[in-house]
């Protein structure tokens, strides 16, 4: 069961984060059913932090972001065990 989501933000510290409380706590339970987690974002959501904490980095599998995301935030990725396509 592949699972495919967006996220508000993501950072390598915060972790995976949205705005709003319950949401998170049901995008929590739904991460916790998939056997692949695939996050799609754009730039604009690397490094950052918002409100909810839903999971930390380490639950995605492959990361699919445009071509702006930085570099160093691709690399800490990839340093992870997570695979990241650019797109």
């Given amino acids: 069961e592949k699972i495919i989501f967006g996220i508000r933000a993501i950072d390598t510290e915060a972790g995976l984060t949205i705005d709003h409380l319950p949401a998170a706590q049901t995008l929590r339970a739904?991460?916790?059913?998939?056997?692949?987690l695939i996050?799609?974002?754009?730039?604009?959501?690397?490094?950052r932090a918002?409100?909810?904490f839903?999971?930390?980095?380490?639950?995605i599998?492959?990361?699919?972001?445009?071509?702006k995301a930085p570099n160093t935030?691709?690399?800490a990725?990839?340093?992870?065990g997570i695979q990241v396509l650019t797109v």
Avoid at 41 to 47: F, P, S, V
Avoid at 77 to 80: A, E, I, M, P
């Fill in 39 to 47: 996050l799609v974002a754009d730039h604009t959501k690397c490094e």
């Fill in 54 to 59: 839903v999971a930390p980095i380490t639950v």
């Fill in 77 to 80: 990725l990839t340093d992870q």
């Fill in 30 to 36: 739904v991460l916790n059913i998939g056997k692949e």
């Fill in 61 to 67: 599998d492959t990361f699919i972001t445009d071509t």
């Fill in 50 to 52: 918002s409100m909810a």
């Fill in 73 to 75: 935030f691709i690399s």
